[in-house]
């Protein structure tokens, strides 16, 4: 069974761009979820979605977004990129999203904005 | 609001030690708790997870004991061994119809031959 892949692995971005991020989750699952990893700020909650729909949003300005897709597969995208946004983006899924469940997460898109 | 507290890093341990891990969290209701590990490289893996006061999760010889009344989660191993070296975090999350999840800082921990 494949696991939960994320593409590209690796961006470089100038400043005032926007950037879009791809999560395919593993097959079956509903529910993924996108996280900021940064060395000063850590593992930081930025969406969820279940079928389609947004179901939970982090602490994050209105330049991070996302969406699902019927197929369960899930983008992010960040406008006007600043360089603070330099991070790995992970992605997580799980079958339902109950919060006892196993997340499992993709190994990340590295973005680094210049 | 609620979070998860970590012992610092890094930790440095040589083959066959006994580890700990400590991990309190700051919940309103009864979160459900989990212990992940990072690989250089590589997304998040879980590790062992708790539902319920007192449970004890196990996987790989890792334990942690779901403990209430010290709202602590914390992670040992009576043997390590270099292939545990790795970034462990403690993280928590609520049950009903969301999987968000809340995280420590993370904790480096180095096993050396």
């Known amino acids: 069974k494949a696991g939960v892949t994320q593409t590209p692995r690796y961006l470089i971005k100038t400043r005032g761009q926007q950037v879009t991020l791809s999560c395919s989750p593993i097959s079956g699952h509903r529910s993924v979820s996108w996280y900021q990893q940064t060395p000063g700020q850590g593992l930081q909650f930025l969406f969820e979605?279940?079928?389609?729909?947004?179901?939970n949003k982090g602490n994050f300005p209105g330049r991070f977004s996302g969406r699902q897709f019927s197929n369960s597969r899930s983008e992010m995208n960040v406008s006007t990129l600043e360089l603070g946004d330099s991070a790995l983006y992970l992605c997580a899924s799980s079958l339902v999203g109950r919060g006892q469940d196993e997340a499992f997460f993709g190994q990340g898109t590295r973005l680094t904005v210049v | 609001g609620d979070s998860v507290t970590q012992m610092e890093g890094p930790v440095t341990l040589s083959e066959e030690a006994f580890l700990t891990i400590n991990c309190t969290y700051t919940a309103t209701g009864y979160p459900s708790l989990f212990w992940y590990v990072q690989y250089p490289g590589e997304g998040l893996q879980l590790l062992l997870k708790a539902t319920k006061a007192d449970d004890k999760g196990s996987n790989k010889g890792f334990e942690a004991t779901y403990r209430k009344e010290t709202t602590s989660f914390h992670l040992e191993k009576g043997s390590v061994q270099v292939s545990d070296s790795a970034v462990y975090f403690c993280?928590?999350?609520?049950?009903?119809?969301?999987?968000?999840?809340?995280f420590g800082t993370g904790t480096l921990l180095a096993v050396q031959p």
């Open positions: 993280a928590l999350s609520f049950g009903g119809a969301t999987n968000k999840l809340i």
């Open positions: 979605y279940f079928s389609e729909t947004q179901r």
